[in-house]
């Protein structure tokens, strides 16, 4: 059974449609990047399925349970995890207490298995999350989604604010967030890096899905390569 399924997803924004008849699956342990120009609709798809914003019609399925009139802290119980662009973590907290609050009601074991993964925040766990480095803000709001145990996560953005290096060095940790049973959904502005990770991308254009396949199906599309990776 699919972690995710989309089917038809339409949005309107102050009267405005934004996104079309948007449909795709993500299955466990897949990685799913989503491309386009910047304005296409990428994000206002990840805040659709995480129920930041209403959707006009279509639906949407975790683990074969239909949330589409759920809020996002239910989806988030359903195991639905979302790292938004930015530094998404509580300045004034502590890595531990971000960390803390993403989880809720979780324990030490499941921060462990955030350092597992970005040992980096072993030495930061009392430390505020404000005076950290931006990779290092980067890597606990990773942690933070990843407390709640989704089996879903969406990642927008992942090299905003962040030196190629660093981008490089987060990028490199997504198989093994998958490797947990976790399906991915990354959205990236660097369409080479999206697609040296996932296992397929849909290109959103105008607000609709324009075409969809496996790294390997998109780069022998000249007219793909043209647009998306030489700016033609």
Do not use: H
């Amino acid at each position: 059974m699919s972690k995710l399924v989309v089917e038809e997803l339409s949005v309107s924004l102050e009267g405005k449609r934004v996104l079309e008849g948007i449909s795709f699956e993500v299955d466990t342990v897949d990685i799913v990047g989503i491309v386009g120009a910047n304005g296409a609709g990428k994000t206002t798809l990840l805040n659709a399925v995480a129920g930041l914003i209403q959707t006009t019609t279509g639906k949407i399925s975790l683990d074969g349970v239909d949330v589409s009139q759920l809020g996002p802290e239910e989806r988030i119980r359903r195991s639905l995890g979302y790292v938004p662009d930015g530094p998404g973590v509580f300045r004034s907290l502590t890595v531990r207490e971000n960390l803390m609050v993403g989880g809720m009601v979780r324990g030490d074991e499941d921060i462990e298995m955030v350092i597992t993964l970005f040992p980096d925040l072993k030495n930061c766990l009392s430390m505020l999350a404000g005076s950290l480095s931006a990779y290092q803000r980067r890597q606990c709001a990773f942690g933070r989604a990843l407390m709640s145990r989704p089996s879903l996560l969406m990642i927008d953005e992942l090299s905003l604010g962040l030196s190629p290096i660093s981008a490089d060095a987060l990028a490199r940790t997504l198989p093994d967030i998958a490797a947990y049973q976790v399906g991915i959904i990354l959205v990236e502005q660097d369409i080479d890096r999206t697609l040296s990770l996932v296992d397929r991308a849909y290109v959103i254009e105008g607000g609709s899905i324009v075409v969809d396949g496996s790294p390997g199906e998109l780069l022998s599309q000249g007219s793909f390569v043209e647009k998306y990776l030489w700016g033609s």
